[in-house]
């Protein structure tokens, strides 16, 4: 009698996962911006721009 009563349980198929995402995530994939070291090196070489403008007009 159990035989005859199974249910038959229908799952959806999932959506395939992205292969990108994956690799992404172990990067720590983030913003597009510039570290904290990088934006006060920048930072720094803008000030010397200025600087040296400065002296070429005296």
Do not use: C, F, Y
């Not at 959506?15 to 994939?29: C, E, I, S, W, Y």
């Amino acid at each position: 009698m159990n035989s005859a009563r199974r249910i038959k349980l229908r799952l959806q198929a999932t959506k395939p996962r992205n292969p990108m995402v994956a690799p992404a995530a172990r990067r720590k994939a983030g913003t597009h911006r510039k570290s904290t070291a990088a934006q006060r090196q920048a930072d720094k070489r803008a000030l010397q721009k200025m600087q040296d403008e400065g002296r070429e007009r005296d």
